[in-house]
């Protein structure tokens, strides 16, 4: 706790600063999660989409 303080250290300025690029980068990483998993539930409803459509031409 006291490591901010102590001469030597990281300056509080420099920490802020880390902390500031360390949670963009946890933000971007569940961004590209989120549209990753955006990306897969379409493709699967297309991929069912197409299933179906398929089968109901081929009871026809």
Same mark, same amino acid.
């Given at each position: 706790?006291?490591s901010r303080?102590?001469? %030597? %250290?990281?300056?509080?300025?420099?920490?802020?600063?880390?902390?500031?690029?360390?949670s963009f980068? %946890?933000?971007?990483?569940?961004?590209?999660?989120?549209?990753?998993?955006?990306?897969l539930h379409?493709?699967?409803?297309?991929?069912?989409?197409?299933?179906?459509?398929?089968?109901?031409? %081929?009871?026809?």
């Amino acid at each position: 706790m006291g490591s901010r303080f102590c001469p %030597g %250290g990281r300056t509080s300025m420099e920490e802020a600063r880390l902390n500031l690029e360390a949670s963009f980068a %946890g933000e971007a990483e569940s961004v590209v999660s989120l549209l990753f998993l955006v990306l897969l539930h379409y493709c699967v409803t297309a991929f069912t989409m197409v299933i179906d459509e398929a089968t109901s031409q %081929g009871s026809r």
